[in-house]
Nanobody
Framework: QVQLVESGGGLVQTGGSLTLSCAAS????????MGWFRQAPGKEREFVAA????????DYVDSVKGRFTISRDNAKNTVYLQMNSLKPEDTAVYYC????????????????WGQGTQVTVSS
């Protein structure tokens, strides 16, 4: 089992920044990627960013490219999502997730999920 704990959400004004953290613990040796997803009220869970275990390549949804950066600290078993130039449409509950194998863009492929952290961007 793998446990994921997110932190760093909050309320920020348009144009502001936040950094989300996701600390992993447990049997992390078979994890091959980490992703961030978000879900706004009444909407489906949306892929935001992912970082692969091998090589550390990253992917982003188009709407956050150039504004968000996913990174990791292997020594701390922690993944980060640096969010800059935040917009009201970024408001959602943000979840981190861990994947063993499969397409990183699909929520159903992920094996472990955190509890989520609320990000609210005021206009």
């Amino acid at each position: 089992q793998v446990q994921l704990v997110e932190s760093g959400g909050g309320l920020v004004q348009t144009g502001g920044s936040l950094t989300l953290s996701c600390a992993a613990s447990g049997h992390t040796f078979n994890i091959n990627g980490m992703g961030w997803f978000r879900q706004a009220p009444g909407k489906e869970r949306e892929f935001v960013a992912a970082i692969r275990g091998t090589g550390g390549s990253t992917d982003y949804v188009d709407s956050v490219k150039g504004r968000f950066t996913i990174s990791r600290d292997n020594a701390k078993n922690t993944v980060y999502l640096q969010m800059n130039s935040l917009k009201p449409e970024d408001t959602a509950v943000y979840y981190c997730a861990a994947i063993i194998s499969g397409n990183v863009y699909r929520p159903r492929n992920y094996d472990y999920w955190g509890q989520g952290t609320q990000v609210t961007v005021s206009s």
